[in-house]
């Protein structure tokens, strides 16, 4: 005997279960964020010194003259106090996220946002897009996704927005082609193809801002070996190695846009492992200083989301199908 087809969740069901385990996710990562504001060396003047005061550096006016002049004397007077600060906030955050009831989890998502923000732009600068120069003035930077482009703060912004939309737009979402919340994943690939393209990242010296920098910031000396050979490469054949760079992105973006999700979820794990380590060092967590995994875990649970969306589909159409009317 053939199973019930109406048997098994609903559509609704699915986006409640997808939302939950986001949920399970972001308050995961606040916890983590808020454990790693615990390292020793946070508590030192090393934070604002080589965490904080890079990223105030390339603000563009007039924000760069509030965090240099205001905001970072007072972080250097008090960096024990505004560390053990975001440490609560962070923690609080995630535990609030993980187990409150309805009506305060709607709050902890907007303190989220809000916190997120400042996050994306005094912690990291807007992703990155500009760089300070010697002589004091602002120029367009190297943000690549190698190196955590768009900026995990925007990310956390982004599944904070998702998570206060009712279960109702989600179900609206899914019935357009290219959907903002349901197809994140290639649309931010988008946006990454275009920073990879960015003339700068065809030169050495722009090169040199992905894997040696991150050789120089964020990867063991025991463990440089393993990035070293890639760093020398991309800086002597800058050009080839922005063409290696880029393909993987658009064909990401193809298999997407063309309905391999299953094939561009597992290619889109196997590239975020590499561009985590390599062009990232797991986001400087080796480092004693490092405030968050960086982008990959969170593209990857967007790219989860976009794979989830045919499940949905499927869903969707069952019940559609069950529900037309029949003549005989």
């Given at each position: 005997m053939g199973g019930n087809p109406t048997s098994g969740p609903t559509a609704l069901d699915i986006i409640g279960l997808l939302k939950h385990r986001l949920r399970l996710f972001l308050g995961g990562l606040w916890l983590l964020d808020g454990l790693l504001q615990m390292q020793p060396q946070m508590f030192t003047s090393n934070f604002p010194a080589q965490v904080l005061l890079p990223?105030?550096?390339?603000?563009?006016q007039p924000l760069r003259a509030f965090a240099l002049g205001t905001l970072?004397?007072?972080i250097q007077l008090h960096e024990q106090v505004f560390n053990t600060l975001a440490l609560l906030v962070q923690v609080a955050l995630g535990a609030i996220i993980l187990v409150a009831p309805k009506r305060l989890y709607g709050v902890s998502l907007v303190t989220s946002i809000v916190w997120s923000t400042l996050i994306w732009v005094f912690g990291?600068?807007?992703?990155?897009i500009f760089a300070f120069t010697g002589g004091g003035t602002l120029m367009l930077g190297?943000?690549?996704i190698y190196t955590g482009f768009p900026g995990s703060g925007l990310l956390y912004i982004y599944l904070s927005l998702i998570?206060?939309?009712?279960d109702k737009v989600w179900e609206n979402h899914s019935r357009k082609s290219l959907s903002p919340l349901w197809d994140f994943a290639p649309l931010l690939l988008t946006g990454a193809l275009i920073a990879?393209?960015?003339?700068?990242?065809?030169?050495?010296?722009?090169?040199?801002?992905i894997f040696q920098s991150n050789l120089d910031t964020n990867i063991p000396q025991a463990l440089a070996w393993s990035v070293a050979s890639l760093a020398g490469y991309s800086m002597a054949s800058p050009f080839l190695a922005n063409i290696?760079?880029?393909?993987?992105?658009?064909?990401?973006?193809a298999l997407w846009l063309t309905g391999h999700r299953r094939t561009a979820f597992i290619l889109s794990c196997v590239y975020l492992a590499f561009a985590w380590w390599f062009g990232m060092g797991l986001g400087g967590l080796l480092t004693g200083l490092g405030t968050d995994p960086n982008t990959p875990p969170l593209l990857l649970a967007i790219s989860y989301l976009t794979l989830e969306k045919q499940v949905f589909e499927k869903r969707v159409l069952v019940e559609n199908t069950m529900s037309a009317p029949r003549y005989n």
């Open positions: 990223s105030f550096q390339s603000l563009p970072y004397p007072y990291q600068a807007f992703g990155s190297t943000p690549s998570l206060l939309l009712p990879q393209l960015n003339p700068n990242l065809f030169t050495a010296s722009g090169q040199a801002t290696l760079e880029v393909i993987p992105i658009i064909s990401l973006i």
